[in-house]
């Protein structure tokens, strides 16, 4: 796996559909954490440092909204993209205030994990940059 390889976290709790995110990107060279469930994602971020990840926002437990307030917290500078089975979702005031998550929203089922991936490392490049230019 290369140094540069971007660490994914993906957040979702249908098992398929996470699993297939997952063999997607790693088929890709990225490296790869999971969780079905907020709880478990935030456990995870105690010990890990994704630089980005897709996060479900309807969820049993917390829901992916609460997890990327919580996950901010504990890692400003990873960055978080939507991808929901809820076709009227739309971002809350506050989450739209959020740099780090991107303003794009996936409506799965993706048909196009190359947009997504696309989304992916252009905001980690974007963050990244605007965080190396402010210090």
Do not use: W
């Not at 996470?18 to 060279?29: N, T, V």
């Not at 709880?39 to 995870?44: G, I, K, M, S, V």
């Not at 909204?65 to 809350?92: H, L, M, W």
């Not at 303003?103 to 997504?116: A, E, G, Q, Y």
């Amino acid at each position: 796996m290369p140094d540069d390889a971007l660490t994914l976290l993906v957040l979702d709790d249908e098992d398929a559909i996470r699993e297939s995110f997952c063999d997607y990107f790693e088929d890709y060279g990225f490296q790869i954490l999971s969780a079905d469930s907020g709880e478990a994602a935030l456990a995870l971020l105690k010990h890990e440092t994704p630089d980005a990840a897709i996060v479900d926002i309807r969820m049993g437990g917390m829901s992916g909204e609460n997890f990327i307030f919580k996950a901010i917290e504990q890692r400003p500078n990873c960055v978080y993209i939507i991808c929901t089975g809820s076709p009227d979702y739309s971002q809350t005031e506050d989450l739209k205030k959020c740099p780090q998550v991107s303003d794009i929203i996936f409506n799965k089922p993706v048909t196009n994990l190359r947009l997504l991936q696309d989304e992916i490392t252009q905001m980690v490049d974007q963050y990244n940059k605007v965080r190396n230019a402010n210090g």
